[in-house]
């Protein structure tokens, strides 16, 4: 690796937090009907709300807004703990260093949807959720709900992954070798650490069983492929997958064979059992051949250990039933309302129904969620339209997988809601050229993010 290169990246590292900074990261406060003030207690009572919402992000915003839209004299509060809105879409095309792409492209301002719909946020944690009193604990106080929705994405359960590892080691992995499916500060300290990277390879783990955004770490390992092979870095790009699952493989396989050589290498039935942060090495089990399971040991300059997700934990302190693998909200029905309560909605990553884990399939779940809330309102019901039983492409994801020329690949499912939940048929279609990726779909990307990040915050 040059000198001219480190130095570049050096300088590129002060000026993403630049923006980062510029684009709103420490400013104070957004305005709220609220009280922001951090000197109210915890104990308090702030006040009582129509509908409350848990989580600023793809389904929450997209539940207040919806809800303000059809009604202006509802009153309606969002509750999230950051201050600032960062994207995880899209943040795969910053770790390429795509043209035109930083941290500000990522970083959106709360300010603005709340001044633009009404509606009301506080920026606090929620603690508890006491559903006999209709109480929602936060760090700022105890707010009070007729109607309450849950959207508040995943966690990672690295307990349940690592038994071995004691507390300080978590944080210490969390810190040094960041999943980044959780936007804020992992995706700042991963893509620091590519862009201070020496020769050598990159890493990155698989989950195991369900997790957001399954195309995710895929498009990851393209992006940091095209940016390894931009930068001159040697090196590879390996991805220990516990299992042979990979969503989009084909189009990704075909993508990488052609574009990227044997820069990635896709290791199939790799489990990672442990990792030497000081030696920057990790171990794992490969189960590849059944009767010969082998511990192995390598190397990594930079590591994205994926940890297994869960459903946040505000879900369980809810206390509606759930899922026993992952700990998704069982729904009534087809529905957006959980089964067990009939004053508590859910959307997002957290819902039962068998549909993607995706912000566009977040935002769909949300304006089904509306229309449920807003008739109950109005004293009527409201069920998805079982003549149709069917909406099609309610979710598209797409994958850039090169650049110069910028080329995606992309996913869509139909929905069907004629059974006990709502389910989904996914399809990865093919270019006129015959191939996967094309530059018209590195366009749609584009043009899709802008388009979801226009309809949360304008
Ligand atoms: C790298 C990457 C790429 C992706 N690309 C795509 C893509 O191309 N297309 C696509 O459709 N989807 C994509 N996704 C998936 C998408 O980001 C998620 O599916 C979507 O964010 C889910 O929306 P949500 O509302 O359930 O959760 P989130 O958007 O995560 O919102 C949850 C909010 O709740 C807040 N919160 C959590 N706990 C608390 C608490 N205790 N108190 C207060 N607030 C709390 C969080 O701060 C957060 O703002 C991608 C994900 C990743 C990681």
């Given at each position: 690796?040059?000198?001219?290169?480190?130095?570049?990246?050096?300088?590129?590292?002060?000026?993403?937090?630049?923006?980062?900074?510029?684009?709103?990261?420490?400013?104070?406060?957004?305005?709220?009907?609220?009280?922001?003030?951090?000197?109210?207690?915890?104990?308090?009572?702030?006040?009582?709300?129509k509908v409350?919402v848990?989580?600023?992000?793809?389904?929450?915003?997209s539940v207040a807004k919806g809800l303000r839209k059809k009604d202006?004299?509802l009153d309606v509060?969002?509750?999230?703990?950051?201050?600032?809105?960062?994207?995880?879409?899209?943040?795969?095309?910053?770790?390429?260093?795509?043209?035109?792409?930083?941290?500000?492209?990522?970083?959106?301002?709360?300010?603005?949807?709340?001044?633009?719909h009404?509606y009301?946020?506080?920026?606090?944690?929620?603690?508890?959720?006491?559903?006999?009193?209709?109480?929602?604990?936060?760090?700022?106080?105890?707010?009070?709900?007729?109607i309450?929705v849950?959207?508040?994405?995943?966690?990672?359960?690295?307990?349940?992954?690592?038994?071995?590892?004691?507390?300080?080691?978590?944080?210490?992995?969390?810190?040094?070798?960041?999943?980044?499916?959780?936007?804020?500060?992992?995706?700042?300290?991963?893509?620091?650490?590519?862009?201070?990277?020496?020769?050598?390879?990159?890493?990155?783990?698989?989950?195991?069983?369900?997790?957001?955004?399954?195309?995710?770490?895929?498009?990851?390992?393209?992006?940091?492929?095209?940016?390894?092979?931009?930068?001159?870095?040697?090196?590879?790009?390996?991805?220990?997958?516990?299992?042979?699952?990979?969503?989009?493989?084909?189009?990704?396989?075909?993508?990488?064979?052609?574009?990227?050589?044997?820069?990635?290498?896709?290791?199939?039935?790799?489990?990672?059992?442990?990792?030497?942060?000081?030696?920057?090495?990790?171990?794992?089990?490969?189960?590849?051949?059944?009767?010969?399971?082998?511990?192995?040991?390598?190397?990594?300059?930079?590591?994205?250990?994926?940890?297994?997700?869960?459903?946040?934990?505000?879900?369980?302190?809810?206390?509606?039933?759930?899922?026993?693998?992952?700990?998704?909200?069982?729904?009534?029905?087809?529905?957006?309302?959980?089964?067990?309560?009939?004053?508590?909605?859910?959307?997002?990553?957290?819902?039962?129904?068998?549909?993607?884990?995706?912000?566009?399939?977040?935002?769909?779940?949300a304006?089904?969620c509306v229309?449920?809330i807003f008739?109950?309102l109005?004293?009527?019901?409201?069920?998805?339209?079982?003549?149709?039983?069917?909406?099609?492409?309610?979710?598209?994801?797409?994958?850039?997988?090169?650049?110069?020329?910028?080329?995606?690949?992309?996913?869509?499912?139909?929905?069907?809601?004629?059974?006990?939940?709502?389910?989904?048929?996914?399809?990865?279609?093919?270019?006129?050229?015959?191939?996967?990726?094309?530059?018209?779909?590195?366009?749609?990307?584009?043009?899709?993010?802008?388009?979801?990040?226009?309809?949360?915050?304008?």
């Open positions: 690796m040059s000198l001219n290169r480190r130095n570049l990246l050096k300088f590129g590292a002060i000026s993403v937090a630049a923006a980062a900074t510029m684009a709103g990261c420490n400013k104070e406060a957004v305005p709220t009907k609220v009280s922001n003030s951090s000197a109210a207690s915890a104990s308090a009572v702030l006040g009582k709300h409350v848990i989580g600023g992000g793809f389904g929450g915003l202006k004299s509060l969002v509750i999230e703990k950051n201050e600032t809105f960062m994207s995880c879409p899209y943040s795969n095309a910053l770790l390429g260093k795509l043209d035109g792409v930083d941290f500000g492209t990522l970083i959106h301002d709360y300010a603005q949807p709340v001044e633009e009404g009301g946020m506080l920026h606090a944690e929620v603690t508890n959720i006491d559903r006999a009193a209709k109480q929602v604990h936060t760090t700022k106080g105890v707010v009070e709900y007729e309450l849950l959207s508040p994405g995943i966690a990672y359960d690295y307990e349940n992954q690592f038994k071995s590892w004691d507390a300080e080691k978590i944080k210490h992995i969390k810190r040094v070798a960041p999943g980044a499916l959780i936007s804020g500060k992992e995706h700042v300290i991963l893509e620091r650490n590519l862009s201070d990277m020496e020769d050598g390879d990159v890493i990155i783990t698989i989950p195991e069983g369900k997790f957001r955004c399954p195309p995710a770490p895929f498009e990851r390992a393209s992006m940091i492929a095209t940016y390894m092979e931009k930068e001159e870095i040697e090196g590879k790009v390996i991805i220990l997958n516990p299992s042979a699952k990979m969503a989009k493989g084909p189009a990704f396989k075909e993508s990488w064979e052609e574009l990227h050589g044997d820069r990635i290498e896709h290791m199939d039935y790799c489990k990672i059992t442990d990792v030497d942060p000081i030696a920057k090495t990790v171990t794992y089990l490969d189960e590849s051949d059944d009767d010969a399971v082998v511990s192995k040991t390598i190397k990594y300059e930079v590591l994205n250990l994926i940890p297994n997700n869960k459903a946040n934990p505000v879900v369980e302190m809810s206390g509606v039933k759930t899922t026993t693998s992952f700990g998704k909200v069982v729904m009534n029905g087809c529905s957006f309302q959980t089964k067990t309560d009939p004053d508590i909605y859910a959307v997002g990553d957290v819902v039962g129904h068998a549909i993607p884990p995706s912000g566009q399939t977040a935002t769909w779940a304006k089904q229309e449920e008739n109950r109005e004293g009527k019901s409201y069920t998805l339209p079982v003549k149709t039983s069917t909406a099609k492409s309610a979710n598209i994801c797409y994958s850039i997988v090169g650049d110069k020329p910028k080329e995606a690949i992309f996913v869509t499912h139909d929905f069907t809601w004629n059974g006990k939940v709502i389910k989904s048929k996914g399809h990865v279609p093919k270019a006129p050229s015959g191939k996967f990726r094309s530059a018209p779909n590195a366009k749609a990307t584009s043009d899709w993010y802008n388009g979801i990040m226009r309809d949360l915050f304008a």
